[in-house]
């Protein structure tokens, strides 16, 4: 059953999304076919500048909608009067969130994707790849200078961090909608209010765990390996950690305390 329910919420959101994906891969190479050109120079750059213009308003709505969608699926389809229907579908409650929230990832990694591809479409060339190529280098020679052998472990350790970022941010927002919608009156209100309170509780518990690590382990706060060592590892676990509860709060309240009124 899970899989029709990503089925269906694929479709539900493609219909919005990859129309927008298309335009922003269409003016970029409008744009990159632009550049070629010379006869669009004096009053005709006018055309070249609004092209481009389009473009990065392109970028910012592809983004920005991925971003409002993910919260208008979850409020309309789970917490508006189409709950009533889907909360009386045959499936545990917790194969609604993780639908939800596997279809949320897939999209936000898709936009940032399709982003790069488009900036790729756009600004490819030998000369820019070069540079490029050249950055990265010596990106990475500056981390093995700050970090020596470690840089590698750095890197590895801040994909997983982006990544466990990704799902806590989506899960908080989940679970601030469930908690807001848990009260009688104010429902929207008290879910920013949620979202606020959570957010600033476990930016607190995550700066008092790693002082206390950093005092009971004697780790020079000031020094640049503390990042690999413990900043890093301390975070990615207290993101587990913080996925887990948000996910078991959301689950619980649709389970017990659900209210659609």
Same mark, same amino acid.
């Given at each position: ?17 990859? &129309?927008?994906? %298309? ?12 550049? !070629? ?19 990065? @308003? ?7 909608? #991925? ?17 009533? %229907?889907?909360? #009386?579908? &045959? ?6 969130? !993780? ?13 940032? *994707?399709?982003?790069?591809?488009? %900036?790729?479409?756009?600004?490819? #060339? !030998? ?30 350790? *801040? ?33 920013? $209010? ?9 930016? @607190? @518990? ?7 690590? $950093?005092?009971?382990?004697? @780790? ?7 990042? &690999? ?33």
């Amino acid at each position: 059953m899970l899989k029709k329910l990503i089925k269906h919420e694929l479709y539900a959101t493609a219909r919005f999304l990859i &129309p927008l994906y %298309l335009i922003m891969v269409v003016l970029s190479l409008a744009n990159r076919l632009l550049t !070629n050109f010379d006869i669009f120079r004096g009053p005709l750059n006018t055309i070249r500048i609004l092209m481009l213009v389009a473009y990065v @308003i392109s970028i910012v709505a592809s983004l920005a909608v #991925t971003f409002i969608l993910i919260i208008l699926r979850f409020y309309k389809n789970l917490m508006s009067e189409e709950g009533y %229907l889907m909360f #009386t579908l &045959p499936v545990k409650t917790s194969q609604l969130i !993780n639908s939800k929230l596997i279809v949320s990832i897939f999209w936000c990694l898709t936009s940032i *994707l399709v982003v790069i591809s488009s %900036l790729l479409i756009l600004f490819a #060339t !030998n000369q820019n790849m070069n540079i490029f190529w050249q950055a990265i280098d010596q990106t990475l020679a500056s981390l093995k200078d700050e970090f020596g052998d470690q840089y590698i472990l750095f890197i590895f350790e *801040l994909l997983l961090m982006i990544i466990a970022n990704l799902f806590l941010y989506i899960l908080l927002i989940y679970g601030s909608i469930a908690i807001g919608h848990s009260f009688t009156k104010n429902k929207i209100i008290s879910s920013f $209010a949620s979202y606020a309170v959570i957010n600033t509780a476990m930016q @607190i @518990i995550m700066l008092i765990i790693i002082l206390f690590l $950093a005092y009971i382990t004697g @780790i020079d706060l000031e020094d640049s390996s503390i990042v &690999p060592k413990l900043l890093f590892p301390t975070y990615m676990i207290m993101s587990f950690v913080f996925n887990i509860v948000l996910y078991i709060t959301t689950n619980h309240i649709f389970k017990r305390k659900l209210n659609l009124e």
